[in-house]
């Protein structure tokens, strides 16, 4: 259905009939793609809360959340929002940890809705990002709330618009949340984002050029075209050039978004890089959180996270940068502003590849394999 608008796909009205079963790729267990089961009789997700909405996955992405949760990546961190207190076996069947359906994000179709949902209706086009607590978008049909979705771009296929959510929302986590940048202060601000080319990166990229920033970027040699198409001012080759002396040539930063990690952020959470005194941050996108959690246990794992995140925090305000953790976040209204941006022309689906359902797990290998252009996307209905 994708390529071509929601032709084939089952558009609900409420005189149909709820089916009880639907096709999914679940996880009896954390490890490989071997622990993968495609079921078409996995049972459909209930409605549990008024203010939630069963939406029919037209499509959806694949991204590096969804290989690492599949080997068994924050599940302590998770766990605890799936059932903060501890003790209960899971209650809601759209929180449950195993059997898993993995997946961030879709486009698809309003099948039903909670009593108090008012602005969707069985048989819009919607757009979704669902915490990554709850059960996932790798299946005929999702459950969000009414803030985790948004009316899908018009401009878009579902396809081209399922690439979107996840990256872009976390982008946006980025960069305005943690960033402080929006349409009126990002005009003119110098920004470095490291990682350019892949999900994260071309949103990026292209929503601050959208709002006036300065984007320098790093990437690998023949990422260089499509992130020059995208607007990109200053493109940084970091398989040939030294990364670390080319910027320190080129003026001082106000915002650093660090997509890559390692070595990186331990030379350039500095003031030869960031303005000092004048708000300038440094966010990362690769936070030890969810790993602390997995090896220490939810408590140690938070403690140990928060004095690293704070002594960062406390080294910078000494000279006058500011350190930050970006996170995914699901976010309705987020996603209405991106989508008027999409439908204006300001920013475009970038695709590396599309699989169909049933070749899931070569998807997922895909994205293990690193080197994205751009998003992996299944087409599901
Ligand atoms: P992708 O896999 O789509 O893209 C990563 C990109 O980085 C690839 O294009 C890769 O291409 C490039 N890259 C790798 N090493 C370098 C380097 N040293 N310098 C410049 N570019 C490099 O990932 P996403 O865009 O989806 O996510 C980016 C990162 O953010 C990931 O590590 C992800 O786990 C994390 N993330 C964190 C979230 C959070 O909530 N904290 C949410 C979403 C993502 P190539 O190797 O060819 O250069």
Redesign the pocket.
Known sequence: CCYLGNQGCRNFSTSQRRPYIMKAWQLREYGSNKNFRFTDNAPMPPIMYPNQIIVQVCAASV???DV?MREGYGAAMLNRQRDPTGVLPFMDPNVNELPLVLGRDCSGIVMETGLNVKEYKPGEEVWVAVNPYKMGTHAEFVVVTNSEISHKPRSLTHVQAASIP??GL?AWASLVTQGGLNEKTAKGKRVLI????????TFAVQLLKAWGAHVTT???RD?IPMLTSLGADDIVN?QAQDVREHLKRLNKFDLILD???GE?EKYLFSTDYLKPWAGAKYVT???PLLKNADSLGFTDGLLKSGMSLAGNAVKGLASGIHYR????TPDGMALDKIAALVDQGKIRPVIDRVFTFDQLPAAYDK?EQ????G?TVISVA
Do not use: D, E, I, Q
Request: proline fraction near 3%; charge should be positive; include cysteine.
């Open positions: 991204n590096p959340l690492m996840y990256s976390t490291l990682g350019g080319s892949g999900g994260v990166g790093t990437c690998s990422a970091y997509g890559v990690g990186a996108l690769r936070t953790w970006g996170f995914f994205v690193g080197h994205a252009r998003k």
